[in-house]
């Protein structure tokens, strides 16, 4: 198994980035956690970052095409981008949704997502660990 972990705007500031919210955790440490679970998980991982809206609607056309399984977190265009919602329809492997702060616990306009609807599963508010279970649950089900 071959995973996309899609990384939306503002995530490459992780670390020094609101870590009241985010956490301390850097960006490189987000990434250094999914390919050393991957490793442990005998699958392959791929983490991507993008500021740009149309560089992340062209990753997750190359997902869909592959049929590789996604894990987004899509961070503000989640609440309002239906670009990224409409590539998300296409995917044909499983979609894991990650948010690292619980979303539901914050500004009324974060508690809407135009993902979760398509998403396989949701996973909010556990920080990095999100994406670790996210591929932890990929390689135990989806394989
Ligand atoms: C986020 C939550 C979003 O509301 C926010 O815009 C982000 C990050 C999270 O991981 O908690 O940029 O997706």
Known sequence: MNVLVLNGP?????????????????YADLVDSCERTAVELGIEVEVRQTDHEGEMVGWLHEAADSRRP???????????SIAVRDACA??????????????????????????????????????????????????????
């Not at 296409?90 to 009324?108: D, F, I, K, T």
């Open 10 to 26: 503002n995530l490459g500031r992780l670390g020094t980035r609101e870590p009241d919210k985010y956490g301390h955790d850097t």
């Open 70 to 80: 996604v894990v987004l977190n899509a961070a503000a265009w989640t609440h309002y």
């Open 90 to 143: 296409q995917l044909r492997a499983p979609l894991l949704e990650v948010h690292l702060s619980n979303v539901h616990s914050r500004e009324s306009f974060r508690a809407h997502s135009y993902i979760s609807e398509l998403a396989t599963g949701v996973l909010v508010g556990l920080g990095v660990r999100g994406y670790t279970l996210a591929l932890r649950w990929l390689a135990e089900t989806a394989s």
